[in-house]
Protein backbone atom coordinates (compact mmCIF):
# COMPACT_ATOMS: atom_id res chain seq x y z
CA UNK A 1 0.00 0.00 0.00
CA UNK A 2 1.48 3.29 -1.25
CA UNK A 3 1.62 6.33 1.47
CA UNK A 4 -0.06 8.64 0.09
CA UNK A 5 0.20 12.56 2.16
CA UNK A 6 -1.01 15.93 0.58
CA UNK A 7 -1.07 18.70 2.76
CA UNK A 8 -3.35 21.48 3.39
CA UNK A 9 -6.64 22.08 2.49
CA UNK A 10 -5.58 20.20 -1.37
CA UNK A 11 -7.67 17.21 -0.59
CA UNK A 12 -8.64 15.60 -4.43
CA UNK A 13 -11.92 13.75 -4.21
CA UNK A 14 -12.64 11.48 -7.50
CA UNK A 15 -16.10 10.81 -8.25
CA UNK A 16 -17.68 8.28 -10.11
CA UNK A 17 -21.36 8.87 -11.37
CA UNK A 18 -23.23 10.79 -14.12
CA UNK A 19 -21.02 13.94 -14.35
CA UNK A 20 -21.32 16.91 -12.36
CA UNK A 21 -22.36 20.73 -13.56
CA UNK A 22 -20.82 23.44 -13.43
CA UNK A 23 -22.84 24.71 -10.54
CA UNK A 24 -21.53 28.16 -8.71
CA UNK A 25 -21.38 26.51 -5.35
CA UNK A 26 -17.92 24.43 -6.52
CA UNK A 27 -17.18 27.65 -7.75
CA UNK A 28 -14.30 26.74 -10.17
CA UNK A 29 -13.10 23.81 -8.30
CA UNK A 30 -13.91 21.26 -11.24
CA UNK A 31 -10.25 20.23 -11.61
CA UNK A 32 -10.70 17.66 -13.95
CA UNK A 33 -13.63 16.03 -15.86
CA UNK A 34 -13.74 12.80 -17.79
CA UNK A 35 -16.29 11.41 -19.88
CA UNK A 36 -16.51 7.41 -20.48
CA UNK A 37 -20.26 7.95 -21.72
CA UNK A 38 -20.23 10.52 -24.59
CA UNK A 39 -16.08 11.34 -24.72
CA UNK A 40 -17.23 15.33 -24.05
CA UNK A 41 -14.37 17.78 -22.65
CA UNK A 42 -16.64 20.08 -20.56
CA UNK A 43 -18.35 19.46 -17.26
CA UNK A 44 -22.05 18.32 -17.57
CA UNK A 45 -24.42 16.65 -15.96
CA UNK A 46 -27.69 15.03 -18.08
CA UNK A 47 -29.21 13.42 -15.03
CA UNK A 48 -28.71 15.62 -11.72
CA UNK A 49 -27.54 12.62 -9.84
CA UNK A 50 -23.61 13.31 -9.80
CA UNK A 51 -24.04 17.00 -8.98
CA UNK A 52 -26.32 16.58 -6.12
CA UNK A 53 -23.64 13.91 -5.01
CA UNK A 54 -20.94 16.26 -5.41
CA UNK A 55 -22.87 19.40 -3.26
CA UNK A 56 -23.36 16.86 -0.65
CA UNK A 57 -19.56 16.66 -0.11
CA UNK A 58 -17.97 19.98 -1.44
CA UNK A 59 -20.01 22.32 -2.27
CA UNK A 60 -19.96 25.71 -0.29
CA UNK A 61 -23.89 26.59 -0.21
CA UNK A 62 -23.06 29.87 -1.80
CA UNK A 63 -26.21 30.21 -3.67
CA UNK A 64 -27.98 29.21 -0.83
CA UNK A 65 -26.28 31.53 1.67
CA UNK A 66 -24.61 28.44 3.22
CA UNK A 67 -27.76 27.23 3.99
CA UNK A 68 -26.73 23.90 1.68
CA UNK A 69 -23.44 23.62 2.43
CA UNK A 70 -21.65 20.62 1.96
CA UNK A 71 -19.19 18.68 4.67
CA UNK A 72 -15.85 19.78 3.04
CA UNK A 73 -16.33 22.89 0.62
CA UNK A 74 -12.36 22.90 0.09
CA UNK A 75 -12.01 19.60 -2.02
CA UNK A 76 -10.97 20.17 -5.54
CA UNK A 77 -12.97 18.43 -7.39
CA UNK A 78 -12.34 15.23 -10.50
CA UNK A 79 -14.99 14.32 -11.95
CA UNK A 80 -15.29 10.95 -13.90
CA UNK A 81 -18.76 9.79 -15.63
CA UNK A 82 -19.21 6.12 -15.81
CA UNK A 83 -23.39 6.71 -16.04
CA UNK A 84 -26.01 8.44 -18.81
CA UNK A 85 -28.59 10.28 -18.61
CA UNK A 86 -31.01 7.77 -17.21
CA UNK A 87 -28.31 6.70 -14.52
CA UNK A 88 -27.33 3.40 -16.23
CA UNK A 89 -23.91 2.30 -17.13
CA UNK A 90 -21.89 -1.21 -17.27
CA UNK A 91 -19.12 -2.49 -15.96
CA UNK A 92 -16.56 -2.07 -18.41
CA UNK A 93 -16.95 1.57 -18.20
CA UNK A 94 -16.57 1.77 -14.43
CA UNK A 95 -13.77 -0.85 -14.95
CA UNK A 96 -11.83 1.79 -17.23
CA UNK A 97 -12.63 4.74 -15.22
CA UNK A 98 -10.87 2.52 -12.12
CA UNK A 99 -7.66 2.41 -14.51
CA UNK A 100 -7.83 6.17 -15.16
CA UNK A 101 -7.38 6.42 -11.92
CA UNK A 102 -4.47 4.16 -11.06
CA UNK A 103 -2.90 6.25 -14.04
CA UNK A 104 -3.89 9.45 -12.82
CA UNK A 105 -4.28 9.86 -9.24
CA UNK A 106 -0.75 11.16 -8.47
CA UNK A 107 -1.01 13.41 -11.48
CA UNK A 108 -4.66 14.59 -9.87
CA UNK A 109 -3.75 14.26 -6.20
CA UNK A 110 -6.53 12.15 -5.30
CA UNK A 111 -7.15 10.55 -2.04
CA UNK A 112 -10.90 9.88 -1.58
CA UNK A 113 -12.81 8.27 -4.41
CA UNK A 114 -16.43 8.17 -3.80
CA UNK A 115 -18.85 6.02 -5.49
CA UNK A 116 -22.45 6.43 -5.59
CA UNK A 117 -23.49 3.72 -8.03
CA UNK A 118 -23.52 -0.12 -7.81
CA UNK A 119 -24.58 -2.65 -9.49
CA UNK A 120 -26.43 -5.91 -8.44
CA UNK A 121 -23.97 -8.46 -10.35
CA UNK A 122 -25.35 -10.77 -12.88
CA UNK A 123 -22.76 -13.57 -12.46
CA UNK A 124 -19.59 -14.55 -9.75
CA UNK A 125 -17.18 -13.28 -12.35
CA UNK A 126 -19.20 -9.80 -12.68
CA UNK A 127 -18.47 -9.48 -9.07
CA UNK A 128 -15.16 -10.81 -8.53
CA UNK A 129 -14.19 -8.43 -11.70
CA UNK A 130 -15.46 -5.03 -10.10
CA UNK A 131 -14.60 -6.02 -6.70
CA UNK A 132 -10.52 -6.95 -8.09
CA UNK A 133 -11.07 -3.12 -9.93
CA UNK A 134 -11.89 -1.62 -6.92
CA UNK A 135 -9.32 -3.38 -4.60
CA UNK A 136 -6.69 -2.23 -7.01
CA UNK A 137 -7.35 1.39 -6.04
CA UNK A 138 -7.82 0.39 -2.23
CA UNK A 139 -4.42 -0.68 -2.22
CA UNK A 140 -3.07 2.18 -3.93
CA UNK A 141 -3.57 3.70 -0.44
CA UNK A 142 -6.56 5.59 -2.00
CA UNK A 143 -9.64 5.79 0.49
CA UNK A 144 -12.59 4.31 -1.51
CA UNK A 145 -15.92 4.86 -0.34
CA UNK A 146 -18.77 2.63 -2.24
CA UNK A 147 -22.57 3.03 -1.18
CA UNK A 148 -24.73 0.05 0.23
CA UNK A 149 -27.40 0.50 -2.45
CA UNK A 150 -31.30 0.39 -2.54
CA UNK A 151 -31.80 -2.83 -3.07
CA UNK A 152 -32.92 -3.90 0.40
CA UNK A 153 -33.99 -4.92 2.68
CA UNK A 154 -33.86 -8.45 1.92
CA UNK A 155 -30.37 -9.97 3.07
CA UNK A 156 -27.69 -10.04 0.53
CA UNK A 157 -28.80 -7.17 -1.01
CA UNK A 158 -25.50 -5.22 -1.14
CA UNK A 159 -24.63 -3.66 -4.67
CA UNK A 160 -21.29 -4.13 -5.87
CA UNK A 161 -18.36 -2.45 -5.71
CA UNK A 162 -19.87 -1.64 -2.31
CA UNK A 163 -19.59 -5.31 -1.60
CA UNK A 164 -15.86 -5.53 -1.18
CA UNK A 165 -14.49 -6.35 2.23
CA UNK A 166 -11.98 -3.24 1.53
CA UNK A 167 -13.75 -0.54 0.89
CA UNK A 168 -15.67 1.65 3.22
CA UNK A 169 -19.54 1.09 2.66
CA UNK A 170 -22.15 3.31 3.88
CA UNK A 171 -25.81 2.20 4.09
CA UNK A 172 -28.83 5.12 5.25
CA UNK A 173 -29.32 5.33 8.94
CA UNK A 174 -32.96 6.63 8.07
CA UNK A 175 -33.81 3.82 5.47
CA UNK A 176 -33.48 0.74 7.47
CA UNK A 177 -36.76 -0.01 8.71
CA UNK A 178 -40.09 1.31 7.91
CA UNK A 179 -41.58 1.95 4.44
CA UNK A 180 -38.31 3.65 3.38
CA UNK A 181 -36.01 0.23 4.44
CA UNK A 182 -33.94 -0.27 0.99
CA UNK A 183 -30.57 0.45 2.12
CA UNK A 184 -29.13 -2.73 1.11
CA UNK A 185 -27.94 -4.96 3.53
CA UNK A 186 -25.53 -7.72 4.21
CA UNK A 187 -23.65 -10.68 3.89
CA UNK A 188 -21.70 -10.64 0.93
CA UNK A 189 -21.16 -13.18 -1.54
CA UNK A 190 -17.81 -13.84 0.77
CA UNK A 191 -19.89 -13.71 3.62
CA UNK A 192 -19.13 -10.72 4.64
CA UNK A 193 -20.76 -8.62 7.26
CA UNK A 194 -21.80 -4.81 5.17
CA UNK A 195 -22.40 -2.35 5.50
CA UNK A 196 -19.73 -0.46 7.29
CA UNK A 197 -21.70 1.98 8.61
CA UNK A 198 -24.78 3.93 7.89
CA UNK A 199 -25.04 7.52 7.49
CA UNK A 200 -28.41 9.75 6.54
CA UNK A 201 -29.69 9.64 3.24
CA UNK A 202 -33.28 10.25 3.06
CA UNK A 203 -34.41 13.55 1.95
CA UNK A 204 -31.02 15.14 1.04
CA UNK A 205 -31.00 18.88 -0.34
CA UNK A 206 -27.82 18.99 -2.65
CA UNK A 207 -26.90 21.30 -5.96
CA UNK A 208 -28.68 20.20 -9.05
CA UNK A 209 -27.28 21.17 -12.95
CA UNK A 210 -28.78 24.93 -13.50
CA UNK A 211 -27.43 26.20 -10.42
CA UNK A 212 -29.97 25.57 -7.70
CA UNK A 213 -31.37 22.74 -5.20
CA UNK A 214 -33.27 19.66 -5.31
CA UNK A 215 -33.99 16.75 -3.30
CA UNK A 216 -32.61 13.21 -3.56
CA UNK A 217 -32.77 9.99 -1.15
CA UNK A 218 -31.10 6.48 -1.18
CA UNK A 219 -27.47 5.16 -0.17
CA UNK A 220 -26.09 7.19 -2.80
CA UNK A 221 -26.47 10.52 -0.76
CA UNK A 222 -25.18 9.07 2.63
CA UNK A 223 -21.91 8.09 1.43
CA UNK A 224 -20.29 11.63 0.56
CA UNK A 225 -21.37 12.90 3.46
CA UNK A 226 -18.77 10.23 5.13
CA UNK A 227 -16.60 10.99 2.30
CA UNK A 228 -16.63 14.33 3.19
CA UNK A 229 -15.41 14.33 7.04
CA UNK A 230 -12.80 11.82 5.80
CA UNK A 231 -11.59 15.02 3.59
CA UNK A 232 -11.85 17.15 6.68
CA UNK A 233 -10.04 14.43 8.86
CA UNK A 234 -6.88 14.11 5.94
CA UNK A 235 -7.19 18.13 5.54
CA UNK A 236 -6.08 18.05 9.33
CA UNK A 237 -3.69 14.57 9.32
CA UNK A 238 -2.66 14.05 5.58
CA UNK A 239 -0.89 11.28 6.66
CA UNK A 240 -3.29 9.31 7.92
CA UNK A 241 -3.96 5.92 5.71
CA UNK A 242 -7.04 4.45 4.29
CA UNK A 243 -6.81 1.38 6.92
CA UNK A 244 -6.69 4.36 9.48
CA UNK A 245 -9.72 5.62 8.50
CA UNK A 246 -11.83 2.82 8.04
CA UNK A 247 -11.24 1.93 11.57
CA UNK A 248 -11.49 5.75 13.19
CA UNK A 249 -14.88 5.33 11.50
CA UNK A 250 -15.82 1.42 13.20
CA UNK A 251 -14.83 3.17 16.75
CA UNK A 252 -16.67 6.55 16.57
CA UNK A 253 -19.70 5.28 15.27
CA UNK A 254 -23.35 5.14 17.33
CA UNK A 255 -24.77 1.68 17.49
CA UNK A 256 -28.32 2.11 16.86
CA UNK A 257 -28.83 -1.68 18.29
CA UNK A 258 -29.69 -3.34 15.15
CA UNK A 259 -28.16 -6.58 13.07
CA UNK A 260 -24.48 -6.04 11.97
CA UNK A 261 -25.42 -6.66 8.44
CA UNK A 262 -28.07 -3.73 8.70
CA UNK A 263 -26.51 -0.94 10.61
CA UNK A 264 -22.99 -2.25 10.16
CA UNK A 265 -20.65 -0.66 13.13
CA UNK A 266 -23.69 1.75 13.37
CA UNK A 267 -24.49 4.99 12.82
CA UNK A 268 -21.77 7.73 11.91
CA UNK A 269 -21.08 10.27 14.32
CA UNK A 270 -19.41 13.07 12.50
CA UNK A 271 -18.18 15.24 15.91
CA UNK A 272 -17.23 11.98 17.71
CA UNK A 273 -15.14 11.08 14.53
CA UNK A 274 -13.63 14.51 13.84
CA UNK A 275 -12.43 14.77 17.58
CA UNK A 276 -10.75 11.24 17.31
Not at 11 to 30: M, N, Q, S, Y
Request: charged letters at 20%; glycine letters at 14%; a positive charge.
Amino acid sequence: MEQLSYTGKDIGVCFLDTGIADHPDFKGRIQVFTDFIAGKKNPYDDNGHGTHVAGILCGDGSVSGGKYKGVAPDCRIIAVKVLDRFGNGNKEDVLRAFQWILQNYRKFRIRIVNISVGTVYKTRYDHHILIQGVEELWDQGLVVVAAAGNQGPKPGSITAPGSSRKVITVGSSDMLVGNTAVSGRGPTFECVCKPDLVAPGNHITSCMPGGGYGIKSGTSMSTPLVSGAIARMLEKDPLLTNVEIKMMLRDSADDMGLPGNQQGWGKFNFKRFMEM
